[in-house]
């Protein structure tokens, strides 16, 4: 039998760190958003005060079945009133600090799943 490693087919995480994250190998210095189906953007928020349920709306029509919301450098839960749409277009949730985000991307993205992180950095 021969096996051979799952591959995304969409961008991936190549490195992370304080204050930026690795897309491809292209530094990126901001909180983004990124799609295992392609879809990558600058996301408008600076830090978790500045987040409001307008982020996470913009986020519903990206066809997604997993939303990670990467808090930044610790982990802060989003308001649920913040998620309603997505809720209500049954899109689930995960949120976890930055790194682990990154790293649960990956993986999800790697298996075929169609994830959107959202990353704070």
Not at 66 to 80: A, D, I, K, T, W
């Amino acid at each position: 039998m021969k096996l051979q490693p799952d591959q995304a087919h969409g961008p991936s995480i190549t490195g992370y760190g304080p204050g930026w994250v690795a897309i491809n190998g292209q530094s990126v210095p901001h909180s983004v958003l990124l799609s295992s189906m392609g879809h990558q953007e600058a996301w408008a928020c600076a830090d978790f005060a500045s987040l409001g349920p307008v982020h996470f709306e913009r986020i519903a029509d990206w066809g997604a079945e997993l939303v990670l919301f990467g808090s930044g450098e610790r982990l802060r839960f989003p308001q649920p009133a913040w998620l309603a749409e997505l809720y209500a277009r049954r899109i689930g949730v995960e949120t976890m600090d930055t790194q682990a985000a990154c790293r649960t991307y990956n993986f999800l993205a790697a298996e075929g799943r169609k994830v959107v992180a959202a990353l704070l950095v």
